[in-house]
């Protein structure tokens, strides 16, 4: 039985300037590097105690000349692409690049959901570990979805990927933030993002961090910007939204001891 359906398998990180990306990411949150020649051009994964958790290459032409900016992409698991973007086609998503296989690491499909956002489809070449782990400090702990629609947008994705609905938070004004697991360790929320948010639908991933002060205070002088927070969410937690020196944004998650 595959364990990995609708997990989280991958990040990552396309920019503008790598060298520049590649130094705020692991001067802020303490991520190691790795080179890899995909044959395509360069291309860098991030680490954490040695294990790969994402990767970073320059923004495509193609993206570039479509008016995409700087931004972060989410890889979720599949046993089946050709047939999870198939079914995604038929619930109204748009197939941005139709299924294709990456030498020695799986194959692959880029998806827009019937409200705009992407997330790529993947199966690796390898199964990953069963079942996945609890996410540590450095690896992303949540992700989040800001769409035109919450409530369309999670049925799309409980269809797809099988996710779970734990809870329906009322954040007032914001409307309904639907919480759900992807994988036994892997949480996020969906919600209507606010009419003053002019960015289109669209992910937004949480890393771990140990000391949520202290990375705030270092990201600007780091060239990045805290776009919003710090600021208590239900639980004890604490979060941060930033954006990097080239724009792509991302989010910061401090975790409450048990």
Known sequence: MTTY???????????????????FYTELLGWGTQGWDNGEGEYTMFTVEGKPIGGLMELPEEAKKMGAPPHWMGYTGTPDVDATTAQASKLGAKILVPPMDIPKVGRWSLIQDPQGAMLAAFKPAEAPAAPLPAP???????????????????????????????????????????????SEHQGGGVFNKPKDMPAPSHWLFYARVADLEKTLQRCPSLGGKVLHGPEEVPGGDRVAQCADPQGAHFAVHWKKPA
């Open 5 to 23: 359906r609708g997990a989280f398998l991958w990040y990552e990180v396309m920019t503008s300037d790598v060298a520049g990306a590649r130094a």
């Open 136 to 182: 540590e400090v450095g690896q992303i702990s949540w992700h989040e979805l800001a769409t035109t629609d919450a409530e369309a947008a999670w049925k799309f994705y409980e269809a797809l990927y099988g996710w779970k609905r734990t809870q329906t938070m009322d954040m007032g004004p914001m409307g309904p933030y639907h919480l759900f697991m992807a």
